[in-house]
């Protein structure tokens, strides 16, 4: 079983401080220091107008608004209706029970991803279960196989937990060519989210497991009856057994009304809809561990159970698709993460990689969890190549497709894509993908 990496693609950042320190104060303090001198300067960012005197009063404001509904599930202002999940525009044989739809990331400005825009992976259509009906077990080799109904469950002392959720497909349409167009669609299979539950360890610790069980078969109640073998020890340690997701039910197309949560790991083991564990004294092998889910390595040989999601950021704006609105002021932002741990550093290059230099984190930052990062860039008007690297709490240092290759085969359906994004700008201001171009 590999749950971490054995390949060792990543490496300690150049650069660091003794000890493998980054301050966050020090990345603030000149994120702050550029931003005024750049203020200072006279500049501002692209469109921006100066203040015309005296400023107009809009005509809504002589207007009543809508009435206030007397019950009703709030939506997001009609003018954001292009802030949508999509799916991937890339494979041609899309079908309606397995396929992906992915989270518009360009759009999202924190590290929260809303409820209707978290994105999804279903195997055989989202099935509706009646949380009245709907059963849990955990059974195999345990002193007392137990039954849980849904009301059984929210009575156990509960944890709410921010992590990230990242499909192990991410990216996999993208590695040396560029295929999408958006971060949505390269990236878009990551969400951020506050999981509610109750852990693994506290029901395992009830059912009394055997000291000869080493893992667990997790299985979901849909009709693909998806499920993975997991290491007793990643149960144990930070597992949820989810039935909330950001201050509401699960939904549906989530896991309603019950799922798994493994922080870090790929979210094919987040079991869906959970109905049964089984606790063993080996893996299961089935064929989402085998055909499916497995890592093409050198030789011909195929590498099973790497569930860890290794260290990855991705810049979410400027990004593929958008358009720079002439020469000028430019927040540089986006999103890291890891498996591993915290996200220590990002390093950002407008040069395609030949210079980095040190971005500022955004707190919160927190174990296996989005971490958002920023940089102020004064773009010039001539041609430049946008990246970003993500260093880890392990010293971890995101790499590139070529040091990846040195290790992976890069052939089929590979998964497990963390390699380091680049967006090239042309001098109209046009971004577009530059995978496997710089």
């Known amino acids: 079983m590999t749950?971490?990496?054995?390949e060792k693609t990543g490496s300690q950042s150049p650069g660091r401080e003794e000890g493998g320190r980054r301050p966050e104060a020090r990345s603030r303090r000149n994120f702050l220091r550029s931003s005024?001198?750049?203020a200072g300067g006279g500049m501002l960012a692209a469109g921006t107008k100066a203040a015309a005197a005296p400023l107009a009063i809009p005509s809504i404001a002589h207007e009543t608004g809508r009435p206030i509904p007397e019950s009703v599930y709030g939506m997001p202002s009609k003018f954001e209706a292009h802030v949508a999940r999509r799916r991937t525009d890339v494979f041609k044989n899309r079908q309606n029970w397995s396929d992906w739809s992915m989270s518009p990331l360009q759009h999202q400005p924190g590290i929260i991803t809303p409820n209707g825009l978290i994105f999804e992976r279903h195997h055989a259509g989202i099935p509706d279960i009646d949380p009245?009906?709907?059963?849990?077990?955990?059974?195999?080799?345990?002193?007392?196989p137990l039954e849980f109904r849904m009301e059984d469950l929210v009575r156990y002392p509960s944890v709410s937990r921010f992590h990230f959720h990242e499909c192990s497909g991410n990216g996999l349409t993208d590695w040396l060519k560029p295929a999408s167009t958006t971060v949505q669609q390269?990236?878009?299979?990551?969400?951020?989210?506050?999981?509610?539950?109750?852990?693994?360890?506290t029901l395992f610790e009830e059912a009394g497991v055997d000291p000869r069980g080493k893992w667990a078969l997790f299985e979901g109640a849909d009709s693909a009856g998806h499920a993975r073998s997991i290491p007793l020890e990643k149960v144990m340690d930070d597992t949820i057994i989810a039935y909330a997701m950001n201050g509401e039910r699960l939904r549906p197309e989530n896991?309603?009304?019950v799922r798994a949560v493994m922080p870090g790991w790929e979210g094919n083991v987040s079991i869906k809809w959970l109905r049964r564990i089984k606790v063993g004294d080996q893996p299961w092998h089935l064929r989402s561990e085998t055909a499916r889910y497995t890592d093409p390595m050198p030789g011909g040989k195929w590498r099973q159970f790497s569930m860890v999601m290794e260290a990855k950021s991705v810049i979410t704006?400027?990004?593929?698709?958008?358009?720079?609105k002439g020469p000028g002021f430019y927040e540089i932002t986006g999103l890291a993460w890891s498996g591993n741990g915290k996200i220590?550093?990002?390093?950002?290059?407008?040069?395609?990689?030949?210079?980095w230099r040190e971005a500022m984190l955004e707190g919160p930052v927190m174990d296996k969890c989005l971490t958002r990062f920023k940089a102020p860039w004064e773009w010039d008007g001539k041609p430049a190549v946008l990246m970003s690297r993500a260093v880890d709490s392990m010293g971890y240092v995101q790499p590139?497709?070529?040091?990846?290759?040195?290790?992976?085969?890069?052939?089929?359906f590979v998964q497990h894509h963390n390699a380091i994004q680049p967006w090239t700008v042309n001098a109209k201001g046009e971004v577009r993908n530059a995978i496997g171009q710089a």
């Open 3 to 6: 749950s971490k990496s054995s």
């Open 36 to 38: 005024a001198a750049l």
């Open 132 to 144: 009245a009906t709907h059963r849990l077990v955990i059974h195999g080799m345990v002193r007392q």
């Open 186 to 201: 390269t990236h878009g299979l990551l969400s951020g989210v506050l999981w509610t539950g109750v852990l693994a360890s």
């Open 255 to 257: 896991g309603y009304p």
């Open 317 to 324: 704006n400027p990004s593929g698709g958008m358009d720079l």
């Open 344 to 355: 220590r550093a990002v390093d950002v290059s407008v040069d395609g990689g030949k210079t």
């Open 400 to 412: 590139t497709v070529k040091d990846l290759q040195k290790t992976r085969a890069i052939v089929g």
